[in-house]
Structures are given as C-alpha cells and as structure tokens.
C-alpha cells in the first residue's frame, strides 16, 4: 500500500479529487494518510475530517520556515507517507524538506508551465492573452514551480471568457490530472530522464 500524504492551505478541491480517485480505484494500492494544513481553518482541513482522514494543523505564523518545515516532516514520516502531494499549499518548501523527500513530491500548477509561474497563474494567462492555457503537475524541486513535469492537460481560452470561467475550465483538468499523475508515478514504470518523465524502456 501506498502511504500519500496531502498538504493544503485551502479548499482543498484538488485533495477531494484525489481522495474520490483513490475511491473509484483509479489509484491503484493508494492511501492517503494524512492531510497537513499550514492553516487551522482551511475547508480541506475539516473536509479530510468529515471523510475519517488523519487531518493534522501545523500552523507556521510565527515561526522560522526550517523549524515549521521539520515539523510537518516529522508528521509526514510518522505516517509513513511515501508520496506528498501539495494540493494548494501556499507556502515555499525549505530546501531541507524537499532533499527530507527528494524526488517524492508533486505540485499542481493551473498554468502550462514555464508559462506563468508563481501566484494567479490563471489571470496571468488570462491578462496575457492566451488562448491556450492549462494546468502541470510536476516534481517539485528547491525552485518555484519548477522541477520535471509529469503530466499537463490544456484548455482553450474563449472570446466570451472573463478570469473566473478560464479558472474553472482549468480546475476541472486539474482534479482529472492530479489523479492519473499520482497513478503513473506509482505506478514505477516511468523515470526522469533529463527534464522529461518518460515510460521505462
Ligand atoms: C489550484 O488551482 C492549484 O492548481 C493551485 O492552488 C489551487 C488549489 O485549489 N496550486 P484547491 O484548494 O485544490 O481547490
């Protein structure tokens, strides 16, 4: 069995999608473990709650980054968490969490990176006058929004959009990708070669 650990800070719909894939058995041999907010109040939070998940808050006002970062390292190990997906956790890793866990730990961006990195990615798009965005799911490394991508969909921009329909165009790609992304890096049978996650040979 696999042990997934979700850290959040918001609604957590990404999280909910995840957990609903694990249910409809599209993650094969998956858990989630635990889910780890930065912040006491996030809906996802109560939402892990209220589906009998471990739910934890480790709440980081206040405190240095590395010290918080050690603390959410130490419940993740104590669950025995293999993989940690960030599902909306709006806080940087420190480098010593992301080496604690190198290479086990995915992001989900709603932008086709390296386009519009960093926050408000949808309205940066948006902004840009794009007309083909979407979303990443990726490793995540000790730079922002960066480290190798596992998979992306893409949506179109429409002439009748504003900001919030192209967002919500984009989330419902996301909860689709984050699941098959989860799904293909357990599944052991791809690599990073390069920049590119690729099938074995
Ligand atoms: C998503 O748009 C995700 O791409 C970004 O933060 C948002 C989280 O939404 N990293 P939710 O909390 O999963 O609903």
Known sequence: MHNLGVLLSGRGSNFLAIADAIDAGKIPDARIAVVISNLADAPGLEAARQRGLNAVAIEARGRKRAEHDHEV???LRSHEVELICL????????PGFV???????????????????????????????????????????????????ILQRSVPVLSGDDPHAVAARILEQ???AYAEAIARVLSGKYEIVGRRYLPKK
Not at 87 to 94: Q, V
């Open 87 to 94: 599902a909306g956790y709006m806080r940087l890793l420190s």
């Open 99 to 149: 080496q604690a866990f190198s290479g086990r730990i995915l992001n989900i961006h709603p932008s086709l990176l390296p386009a519009f990195p960093g926050l408000d990615a949808q309205m940066q798009a948006f902004e840009y006058g794009v007309q083909v965005t979407g979303c990443t799911v990726h490793f995540v490394d000790e730079q922002l929004d960066h480290g190798a991508i």
């Open 174 to 176: 996301e909860h689709v």
């Open 73 to 75: 390292v130490a419940a």
